[in-house]
């Protein structure tokens, strides 16, 4: 029987911006190597599994796109009879999905029934084949996963380089100022070859080349071992001090004798040693006998894959949808997937797509590629989840995330909060990120007239920092820190302290003392620790162990009891608040101690007046924090200026919502300070009643069907239910894993998630000393 949707179909090939979906569907992660394989459609090239759930018959129907291609993939079983050879060189040859996979494929037509469809046809054989070709959607990304973002520099592109001359091959074996045999770095000017600097992993060097550039100003280089046939290699600028490319490196070498035809790739690129240096990062899966800890299987149990440089997503994903919020707002029951043009481009269906994902348990299986052996005692572990189509849509518009770089995991916590608070949800279905807020409630109180004044503000999580005082070591040992507890660290955000303001009733300028408490309490409190220290001027991550006890613990002494009966509040008076704001006079001494450190006298003010004006070393790693600030070297203003308000900038704008500070009353508050933010976040705090209405504007009105930040009920017990770890010296590299407390048969224990791999864990003691992001449940 001939289907007559062939010769109407007006089929035509996926062009390079065109995203092919041929891995798994886009609305759950069935996949070509699950039995029914994956339908392709041949119109819009969108996944839909035809199996039990037939998101591809519901894609079709929505669609008019009857065609697909089901692209079925099975895994070339392995059998390990002998031990693997030993590598005598670095492998440059690629494993192909060719030689792991067999694919099938069959054309069909979903509104006919057909599954058989001719494949040589005209009007579908070219199709199909260009579909099989097209890099996928996930492949695309993949390409990024480990690579910077580099590009070529004047020096290269003005490179003059000597009269050309043949290097012998002996010349080339070894570093002209020592006998060192790799990690050699060819000057591209001159021809001198030098050892390079010692890299991760024990190759040697002794910065022969970079002396050479100093004493020369020769600043272009190549590493001979990474050069390959095709014309890529390593190429540095010393003078830029990075690395770059170098688009007529096959000139540039010829000049000098050297053919790219015939050399060979015989050493690790700088890419793929930081790639190494990444991974080494691991934390332990195995016990203390040697033994590996036991993989997990099952509803809540499913590990996520590591798209490159992506288990800052991944911790952070794990621990949110074992949030029962989430789990309620996107897992089963929520109803059916809503009808979109492109769900793979959609928010909504993408979350639902994870939460099926990880809490089914129908993907949380072992992988079979390999049989076990004798020479293969590895614990199966599942393949994991590939969360490329979420990854996309987090990062999407965003300067960091849309980038294959390692990021900053409590960062992309409080984006994706962001992202879904604004997202449109649909009729009914409540924000699960409300369960995470909470209220804050500042006190000041004059020093000199006693009169206070209590400003609250809505919040997602607390940052807490850590105290650190190292303990004795060894010389030649790495410093070791004295653990402290959580209620030290909340001890000290709670603490008062003195800040200098003017009084805008008594116009003392002794200060206010200053208290932050809890106004109200979340479902889900999220604690973000600060453990950073300054080593040579730069920030640095340490790890110390913040003891946290497994069973509940009470937050009742933290909870605000509000403006009391016998307390004068600071009158309200905007123009008397205006005129007596005292000029900022920053502390002398530590204004030269920062000027001392190279500081600009302009950062040195703003770092000090953010600080309270206390002390250097705060005001420093304030601005080590602040450094890209768009506003960083805006002077600090605090007179009252007259004049036209000008504009709120959108740049101010999100600096404030990141602080939690966002809307209307945002809006008015850099209209009233002339843009100057650290003067918005005081006006948005002394006036925390004014609803932002800005130039006759109406007020917003509050949502009062809005369920309100949190709950002041008592008790307010806490218990520790997940943690994001982190190894690594930056929050920016290293790696990152959860550990989340699970039920586990009648037991509850805690559960390693690292990447796909999800395990038993029996000591909890590594978790501790790693913890960058902490969730507790009210219990």
């Known amino acids: 029987m001939a289907c007559p949707h062939v010769s109407s179909a007006n089929l035509s090939k996926p062009g390079p911006s065109d995203p092919v979906y041929r891995e798994d569907c886009t609305q759950c992660f069935d996949s070509i190597d699950d039995p029914a394989g994956l339908d392709v459609c041949l119109k819009c090239f969108n996944g839909g599994c035809p199996g039990d759930r037939n998101h591809a018959k519901l894609h079709s129907t929505s669609h008019g796109h009857p065609l697909a291609v089901n692209i079925r993939r099975t895994r070339k079983v392995i059998e390990r009879d002998e031990p693997p050879l030993k590598m005598s060189k670095l492998a440059i040859a690629a494993e192909t999905e060719a030689d792991r996979y067999e694919t099938k494929t069959t054309v069909k037509c979903l509104e006919c029934g057909l599954d058989e469809l001719d494949k040589e046809d005209p ?32 020096h290269i592109l003005t490179l003059q380089q000597d009269p050309p001359k043949q290097i012998e091959s002996q010349d080339l074996g070894h570093c002209s100022k020592c006998d060192l045999k790799e990690n050699l770095w060819l000057c591209l000017q001159c021809s001198a070859l030098g050892c390079g600097r010692a890299q991760f992993g024990g190759v040697g060097g002794n910065s022969h080349a970079l002396a050479h550039s100093q004493e020369t100003g020769h600043g272009v280089a190549v590493k001979l071992g990474s050069i390959t046939p095709e014309g890529t290699a390593d190429v540095y600028c010393y003078t830029c001090d990075e ?253 008062t302290e003195v800040v200098e303001l003017g009084c805008t009733s008594c116009s003392s300028k002794d200060g206010f ?168 976040i005081e006006w948005l705090f002394s006036h925390p009643d004014d609803g932002g209405a800005v130039d006759g504007e109406e007020t917003a009105a509050p949502a009062g069907d809005k369920k309100g930040a949190g709950s002041a009920e008592l008790p307010a017990n806490f218990q520790l239910q997940s943690i994001v770890c982190h190894k690594g010296t930056s929050i920016h590299a290293g790696h990152y894993v959860a550990f989340i407390r699970k039920k586990l048969g009648e037991q509850t224990s805690w559960v390693l998630f690292n990447d796909e791999k999800v395990v038993k864990v029996e000591d909890v003691e590594e978790m501790k000393k790693f913890a960058y992001v902490y969730f507790f449940k009210r219990v």
């Not at 199709?127 to 910077?148: G, H, L, P, R, Y």
């Not at 009742?556 to 016998?566: H, I, M, V």
């Not at 890209?628 to 600090?636: A, N, R, S, Y």
Request: charged share 25%; aromatic share 6%.
């Open 243 to 495: 690395e770059r490319v170098d688009e007529e490196l096959g000139a540039h070498l010829a000049n000098w004798g050297i053919l790219l035809s015939e050399r060979q790739k015989t050493e690790k690129s700088l890419t793929e040693m930081q790639i190494e240096q990444n991974l080494r990062w691991e934390f332990s899966m195995t016990t203390e006998d040697g033994k590996e800890l036991t993989p997990q299987f099952g509803p809540g149990l499913t590990g996520l894959k590591n798209l490159g440089n992506s288990c800052y997503l991944a911790s952070i994903i794990q621990c949110l949808f074992d949030i029962p919020a989430f789990q309620e707002r996107y897992g089963a029951g929520v109803g059916p997937l809503p009808d979109v043009l492109d769900p793979a481009q959609d928010l909504e269906t993408q979350l639902r797509k994870i939460a099926d994902g990880l809490l089914s348990g129908r993907y949380s299986k072992p992988e079979s590629d390999i049989t076990v052996s004798e020479h293969s005692p590895e614990v199966p572990h599942q393949k994991g989840l590939q969360p490329s189509m979420l990854k996309h849509l987090i990062g999407r518009g965003h300067a960091e995330f849309s980038t294959m770089r390692q990021q900053d995991a409590f960062e992309l916590l409080q984006h994706v909060i962001k992202l879904i608070t604004r997202s449109k949800h649909p009729s009914g279905l409540p924000d699960p990120t409300q369960s995470m807020r909470f209220v804050l409630e500042q006190r000041l109180q004059c020093l000199n007239c006693k009169k206070v004044r209590y400003s609250s503000n809505e919040q997602d999580s607390i940052f807490i920092d850590v105290p650190l005082e190292k303990l004795p070591a060894e010389e030649g040992e790495e410093p070791k820190y004295k653990p402290v507890t959580l209620k030290e660290c909340l001890n000290n955000l709670t603490a």
């Open 123 to 154: 009007a579908i054989g070219p199709i199909v084949d260009s579909v099989m070709k097209a890099n996928t959607f996930s492949q695309k990304e993949e390409v990024k996963a480990w690579e910077q973002e580099m590009t070529s520099c004047e």
């Open 513 to 680: 003392s200053k208290r932050t408490l809890f106004k109200t309490f979340p479902e889900v409190l999220v604690v973000n620790a600060r453990k950073m220290a300054v080593v040579n001027w730069v920030p640095v991550k340490v790890d110390v162990p913040v003891l946290v006890d497994d069973e509940p613990f009470a937050l009742d002494s933290y909870l605000s009891k509000g403006q009391q009966p016998d307390e004068e509040a600071l009158p309200e008076d905007e123009a008397a608040a205006a005129s007596n704001v005292p000029a900022f006079v920053p502390n002398a001494e530590a204004l030269a101690m920062l000027e001392g450190m190279g500081f600009p006298r302009v950062r040195c003010e703003k770092g000090l007046h953010a600080t309270g004006n206390s002390d250097a070393n705060s005001a420093m790693e304030w601005l080590f924090a602040h450094m890209e600030d768009p506003d960083i070297d805006v002077p600090v203003s605090l007179g009252g200026d007259s004049g036209c308000a000008s504009a709120a900038d959108p740049e101010k704008l999100a600096m404030l919502e990141s602080m939690g500070l966002g809307g209307p009353r945002a809006v008015k508050a850099l209209k009233e300070t002339n843009g100057d933010v650290e003067r918005a």
